[in-house]
């Protein structure tokens, strides 16, 4: 019997020991569950797949909602598809342009991190081709975007992090081509 409850209307199932998930934003392993003897809850003892020191202790009841399922993989491929026409950030001033990313990670959808990689991406380009540094800024966005966004891909894919991006970025030039 599969044991599900609902939060905020989506359906999350009770994980199991190496079971992967989207904590906040970042993707985790369960590596054990166990019960809290001071307040009678169980709770999942998750590891970033990024940074196997820290340890994180959630409840399973998700009661503040900062759990989530993985994307699946035909969810993966609609995204990828989806890719080409997701439009970068345009005409962001400069000076409210990470307000504009902090806003994105915060909403955490993949479409807005979608966003953040080629907005930031282009920006970076158009400052090489311009002979100008690169912004500091646009790379830190950059990569948190893609850490986010490929880490819970390459789950979903069955790949590691160089794969996805890579299998990503020829699937969107085949699209574009």
């Known amino acids: 019997m599969d044991l599900r409850i609902l939060v905020d209307r989506e359906v999350l199932k009770l994980y199991k020991i190496n079971d992967y ?3 906040k934003k970042d993707v985790c392993k369960v590596k054990d569950i166990k019960k809290n003897k001071m307040n ?3 709770y999942y003892i998750l590891v970033p797949i990024d940074d196997d020191s820290l340890i994180i202790d959630i ?3 998700n009661r503040m909602g900062f759990i989530r399922n993985i994307i699946s993989k035909e969810e993966t491929e609609k995204l990828i598809n ?7 950030l345009n005409n962001i001033d400069d000076k409210y342009i990470e ?4 806003d994105l990670i915060y ?3 993949h479409e807005d991190l979608i966003k953040i990689i080629k ?3 282009l920006r970076n380009e158009d400052r090489v081709n311009n002979k100008k540094k690169l912004s500091d800024k646009d790379t830190k966005y950059f990569e948190q975007a893609e850490k ?4 819970e891909l390459a789950i979903s894919l069955g790949m590691n992090f160089e794969e996805t991006k890579e299998y990503i970025i020829h699937k969107v030039n085949e699209l574009i081509n």
Do not use: F, H
């Open 99 to 102: 307000r504009t990313y902090k």
């Open 148 to 151: 986010y966004l490929y880490n």
């Open 59 to 61: 409840p399973t009841d």
């Open 21 to 23: 998930l989207v904590y």
């Open 40 to 42: 009678g809850l169980n």
């Open 107 to 109: 909403n955490g959808t």
């Open 82 to 88: 989806k890719i080409p026409n997701i439009e970068p």
């Open 119 to 121: 907005t930031s991406y």
